[in-house]
């Protein structure tokens, strides 16, 4: 191969600032000659250390539409090719905007991370884009460190937000040993020895991807306190970039593992917007609406993607939905962290090493080889950018867009007894936050019927023609839930509370006893042996009271383990009619 080199004499450093009123400001530490292009259309051309292009109606760059321009620098014999986003981010009182629009950041956690181990290819960043874009993730959260240099162009390209994180984390040393009821000691935030790196970290960070319209966000580190160190890199980086906003989640005032909810954010100027990991929903929807509540509010982590997780999604998005001030969240985290052998993934402990977090870094929404599991189903729906509500005969389908119109098919199946009695298929263009109301029949049958919304995109960037991205179930009649009926059907209950259904004096179902045992779940690790001490795998049922009324019978009693000791108490209602039914 041939040996890459350059003159001497080349351009070391630009920066490219473009607004959504379509100022495009060029500065390069030489005398440069630019072109500006849309679409292969010649825009301009200028020359200087610094130039301004303004650029009448300027497509602008969102995640929904990622318009890029072309720019070409030349100098000495060589040409750079850049590409511009026209975009501005603003925070107005404690709303984020993009583009004047509150935009919600629909995000995931992303570590550079791949099946083998090596350094990830631009095939595999673009794979994991695709994934992304097909199950509705706009945004990455770059945890915890800026990520390769490839990934900010190809989400200026096909449009994906970043929340880029600079690479400053030291999370066992946060806290002073052995002091747990005061407010966490601050290590190395508050040790000037460590801020030059500290500086050095960050502006590295926002210099080297300070031309990317995909970063929208610039964040300090993780995990690392708070103190001195931050507030000055801090205004630095503002001195810097001061055309996006900074994050940082350690500006709590208290910290994990005390009074978790009962916390307040240090009154700095440094953060423009509040961070929270992990909080209940009650917490953010009140502190959302409370006067504290300054500055807009991103959870940079918030529900765990780890084993048969993320059912909590939804709940929060029903909240995000309704605040502008919430600007969203990330999921703790994209991919599972293995590497794949001829043995199966590998992970700690598996190499031979002593000190290893075992499993816990097997925590994402896919598997090491992308495979998609069932939570990331989960957050996928909640991440729809349509929203579907029956109204009468008709499905009333809304866009969440802020930016882009939403094309492709909508298709309903109405289904009567397991038998499919109407089908139709409606193209659709819909305009950001504009809805459509799409007819459908219902069945003549009296038995149970549902219909069943499915929408397909239409080719979009990455996302391949006919890709499901949104979905709905609506029940048009009610399901029976009797599940026996005939004659001579009768139940009978055991001393012990248990009880089982005859037939014309048949026995037909065996004994029905009460439990709370279940499968064990990873999570568990940490309890499973205190509930075994209670012998709850050894457990049995006493009905302290039964009594029969008419065709009513109510059983009520406890499980019962080792010594006897109660743990559950319970209530059975047992009502004879065509068949029966258990409360």
Known sequence: ALPISRP???VFDYRIVADKKGR????????????????????GEKSGRKAIFNVKNPKLWSAESPELYELVIFYNGEYIHEFVGFRTVEIKGNVFYLNDKPIKLKGVNRHSSTVNGFVETVDDIIKD?????????????TSHYPCHPLLPILCDKYGIYLLEEADIECHGVVWEPGDYNQDYYDAIAEDSRFYPQMERRILDMAKRDKNRASVI??????????????????VKLKEYDST????????????????WENTAYRRTQALDMYSRMYPHIWWLDEFSDSMDCDKPLVMCEYTHAMGNSCGDVTDYWNVIYKKDCLMGGFVWEYTDHAVKTDKGFLYGGDNGELIHDGNFCVDGLVTPDRKIKSSFEEVKKAYENLTFERVGGKIKVTSRNYFAPINGKISVTVKAAGKVTYESVTEISLMPNKSVLVPFETSKSNGYSAAYVSFAS????????????????????PYKFTEVSGKNLEYKVNKDGSFALYASGEKITSDIYLTDLRAYL?????????????????????????????????????LVAQASVPHLGYTVTLKQGEGFVVH
């Open 244 to 259: 996006r906003p900074i994050h940082y989640e350690g500006a709590l005032n208290r910290y994990y593992y005390k009074d």
């Open 24 to 43: 495009l400001e060029i500065s390069a530490d030489k005398n440069c000659y630019y072109k500006l292009y849309y679409k292969g259309d010649l825009l």
């Open 458 to 477: 239409c080719k979009n960037g990455l996302v391949e023609e006919g890709t499901e991205l949104a979905k709905a179930f609506f029940e048009l009649t």
């Open 522 to 558: 990873d999570n568990d690790m940490y309890d499973k042996n205190n509930w075994l001490k209670f012998n709850i795998e050894h457990v049995f049922q006493i009905a302290d009271e039964i009594t029969t009324n008419k065709n009513e019978t109510v059983i009520k009693g406890k």
């Open 8 to 10: 001497e004499d080349h």
């Open 217 to 234: 966000i610039w964040s300090l580190g993780n995990e690392a306190g708070w103190g001195a160190n931050f507030e000055n890199a801090a």
């Open 129 to 141: 884009l695709k994934i992304m874009k097909e199950h509705n993730v706009n945004a990455i959260r």
